[in-house]
Each structure stands twice: as C-alpha cells, then as structure tokens.
C-alpha cells in the first residue's frame, strides 16, 4: 500500500534535515552528524506538531522555547529554523563551523559571534544547559 501523501511530506522533511546538516558538518569538516541524523524525526515532529512558534516574528513573547544541549548536535536546530522558515539562509549553514578548529561541530568564530533567528542562546560552557534553561524567561 503507498504511503499517505502526508507521510510522504513528513519523510521528506526529515530527510531534509538530515541532508543539511550532513552537508554542513562536511563542508566545515567538523562535528558529529549522528545526533541530528538520529533526532531528525522527533525534531520535525516537535516543531510541526507541537511547538508554538512563529519565524515572521521569532521574538514572540509567548512563543514555546525548545532547550537543546547537545553543541555537538546543534546543526539539527539549524536545519529545523531554516526548513520553518527562519531567517537562516542557506548560505549561512554553509558558513557553520568555519571558525575556532578547537570546539569541533558547535558553532564558533564569527558564525557563532552572530545571534540566530529563533535560537536565543547558542552556547555555554559544558554542563550548563539545564541551568541555562531553568532560567530562560
């Protein structure tokens, strides 16, 4: 029997989320694809079906926030903002990871200096991402 066309939809965006950050991770020949490879489903799932956002105005005060702290999977956030419709071209995730060789995969140099739409925070230092949430108004 063939798959829905909304299934179809769904595996297509999961599929893209894949695609872009192997791309990314590739090209700046740094980082670890396997987390946002893996996490691509429950990414697109979070942000399609649950999560109350909006990429015309992502400064929203009464948007949902959606916590990741993993660094080294950070391309699955930028991938799902710029499939949403985020003010994240194309040509900035071929820019990520492009600065500081020592923090491999998490964004850094001027591409990590820059704030992204709908990404409020985009690092800490290791540990600090539940306290950073916990105090996230």
Known sequence: MP???GERV????????RTLTMDAVERARSGHPGMPMAMAPVAYLVYSRYLRHNPRDP????????VLSAGHGS??????LHLCGYDLPLAELER???GDRSRQGIPSGSWAATRRPGSRRRRARSGR????ASAWR
Do not use: E
Not at 10 to 17: E, F, K, V
Not at 59 to 66: I, K, L, Q, S, V
Not at 75 to 80: A, E, G, K, N, P
Not at 129 to 132: A, D, I, Q, R
């Open 75 to 80: 391309m699955l956030l930028y991938s799902v």
């Open 3 to 5: 798959a829905a066309a």
């Open 129 to 132: 991402g539940s306290p950073t």
């Open 10 to 17: 769904d595996r297509l965006c999961i599929d893209a989320i």
């Open 96 to 98: 990520f990871a492009n």
């Open 59 to 66: 400064g929203w005060p009464d948007r949902d926030r959606f």
